[in-house]
């Protein structure tokens, strides 16, 4: 028992000097001993109190969430430089160990390591199917998606609107899928939702109200977000907590639930694919379907459980954690803006008639022409929170491309948190707010 002691209180008192010593580090807010700034980060909506620090501390500021440094940049500048010009020194991921080791069972693409075999597995296997170029021939789904949109705003548009003027969406009643199942919300929701489910499984979203399975999706979506921020979890910033049992640990257990959960819906989504494969089902052209098929078709016949075989396919878990991360469309976020302002409708109603008529509806031939509508789209994404993306540091720093503060910067954007797409007519290609949704080499290569 004294060793134990011993050993805890030799670990407790390194941790503090490390959180005393006073490094040439940037200003940031003050830190306390031991647990540096980690009461002072939220455990959601992060990104506005971020906002806050590069308001009140500048371009650059320094955190630390227990005995790691976190700094954080809110310049193009200083994101360009550190994490697109010396990308390949910040190119590892943070590994948040209940989120990344429990819930995700260490197969995420999201925390994989640049320099795995898995991640190089995976993202080989999207950039095949899922780049620009090759993922124009998912465009088909979108404009069957859009016209079912447009058939439910007018069906559905008014109805949901009323419900909208009763009873305005807030904290209180965001969870409660009865609520949001008939928010004007869910007919943007399901439009994007369906758009990424047929391209990555061949599987459209038909109903709204009453389905569960949609639900789960969304509240896992939205779980993985949220516990994946830092200062969420003490086992992700003090490493020795991980070693407890689970009667001192029911974060553990609440991890494990999150993970059999997850699991269970998108390896559902597996198995249907899979027994259609052998029932000579055909479904519509997919991501994983297509893979499933080559795979099969291969010497290689090893693919259940984690990981990568030795002939290098991806493994059904670790295909499993790769369909269901996929990123959602941001649709809500211009329909939420855009909505408020009348004169931009006109606008671009007026740019819709000249460019497409009243004969047909528009398709992607038109973007080069409708270049008001593109700026709508930039201005959306500007107005849209973002989760930070952090990168690690050589020597263990976590370097965060402050996405939010980079769109709220009045230098830049003069009256940032309007609806302004005018701002974006003159913008060059690359220099927008896409630019800025995804930072670093391997999406900088992607391009």
């Known amino acids: 028992m004294i060793p134990l002691f011993l050993s805890f209180s030799f670990v407790i008192l390194a941790v503090l000097i490390r959180s005393l010593r006073r490094n040439a580090y940037p200003p940031g807010p003050r830190k306390f001993p031991i647990i540096g700034n980690l009461l002072q980060l939220p455990t959601s909506h992060q990104w506005v109190k971020f906002l806050e620090w590069a308001e009140q501390y500048g371009p650059i500021y320094h955190l630390k969430a227990g005995p790691d440094d976190l700094i954080v940049l809110n310049t193009p500048d200083l994101v360009d430089e550190f994490l697109v010009k010396h990308g390949r020194i910040f190119s590892d ?36 199917a899922l780049a620009s170029i090759p993922a124009r021939k998912y465009r088909r789904y979108q404009e069957l998606e859009s016209r079912v949109l447009l058939h439910d705003f007018i069906n559905h548009g008014y109805e949901t609107a009323k419900l909208m003027e009763s009873k305005p969406m807030s904290a209180s009643n965001a969870d409660d899928h009865s609520f949001m199942e008939r928010h004007w919300f869910s007919l943007v929701r399901r439009f994007a939702t369906s758009v990424i489910m047929t391209a990555v499984y061949g599987e459209r979203v038909h109903a709204i109200q009453g389905n569960d399975a949609l639900n789960i999706l969304y509240d896992v979506v939205e779980t993985i977000t949220k516990i994946s921020l830092p200062g969420v979890f003490l086992a992700d910033t003090f490493p020795f907590m991980q070693k407890f049992p689970d009667i001192l640990a029911p974060w553990r257990k609440q991890a494990i639930k999150m993970h059999e959960r997850e699991f269970g819906l998108y390896g559902g989504y597996l198995d249907k694919l899979h027994a259609d494969h052998k029932a000579g089902i055909n479904r519509p052209d997919c991501f994983i379907g297509k893979y499933i098929q080559a795979r099969d078709a291969s010497t290689d016949r090893i693919v259940s459980g984690a990981g990568v075989s030795e002939d290098g396919w991806i493994r059904d878990k670790l295909l499993t954690y790769t369909a269901g991360t996929l990123d959602r469309s941001r649709f809500r976020y211009y329909c939420e803006r855009s909505q408020l302002i009348r004169a931009i409708h006109v606008m671009a109603r007026e740019e819709l008639d000249k460019v497409v008529g009243s004969d047909r509806l528009p398709s992607y031939e038109d973007e080069e022409n409708l270049a008001l509508c593109r700026c709508m789209h930039q201005g959306a994404l500007t107005l849209s929170t973002t989760h930070a993306f952090g990168l690690f540091h050589s020597e263990g720093s976590l370097v965060f491309g402050n996405v939010w503060a980079l769109h709220m910067d009045p230098a830049r954007f003069p009256r940032p948190r309007e609806f302004i797409p005018e701002r974006w007519l003159n913008n060059e290609k690359g220099s927008g707010p896409l630019k800025w949704g995804s930072i670093g080499p391997k999406n900088e290569r992607d391009k």
């Open 93 to 128: 991921r943070m590994w948040p160990h209940v989120a990344a080791d429990i819930v995700s069972a260490g197969q995420r693409l999201l925390f994989l390591p640049a320099s795995s075999i898995e991640f190089k597995a995976v993202r080989k296997a999207n950039h095949t």
